[in-house]
């Protein structure tokens, strides 16, 4: 939420954390931006990635998986001010 306050509008703040728990992941991510007291809206974050990653899923966010991609379960978010 601090993130978000202090970018301006049209800037942009990324949220990555290595964790698949819905709720370290997609709820704080939502519930932060809703809870910011500003607008944001969500970049699509799958072409942040190497061309060609296999099962990104349907966007704007990112769950990464140990077994999929080797890498740990990180997950990324992108979010741009709008005011």
Same mark, same amino acid.
């Given at each position: 939420? !601090?993130?978000?306050?202090? *970018?301006?509008?049209?800037? #942009?703040? &990324?949220?990555?954390?290595?964790? $698949?728990? /819905?709720?370290?992941?997609?709820?704080?991510?939502?519930?932060? !931006?809703?809870?910011?007291? *500003?607008?944001?809206?969500? #970049?699509? &974050?799958?072409?942040?990635?190497? $061309?060609? /990653?296999?099962?990104?899923?349907?966007?704007?966010?990112?769950?990464?998986?140990?077994?999929?991609?080797?890498?740990?379960?990180?997950?990324?978010?992108?979010?741009?001010?709008?005011?």
């Amino acid at each position: 939420m !601090a993130a978000l306050r202090a *970018v301006r509008p049209g800037g #942009v703040v &990324a949220y990555v954390t290595c964790s $698949p728990h /819905m709720v370290e992941t997609q709820v704080t991510v939502s519930e932060g !931006a809703r809870r910011s007291g *500003v607008e944001v809206d969500f #970049v699509d &974050a799958r072409p942040l990635l190497p $061309p060609g /990653m296999p099962g990104l899923g349907a966007g704007p966010t990112v769950q990464l998986w140990p077994h999929r991609h080797g890498t740990d379960a990180m997950f990324l978010a992108v979010l741009r001010r709008t005011s």
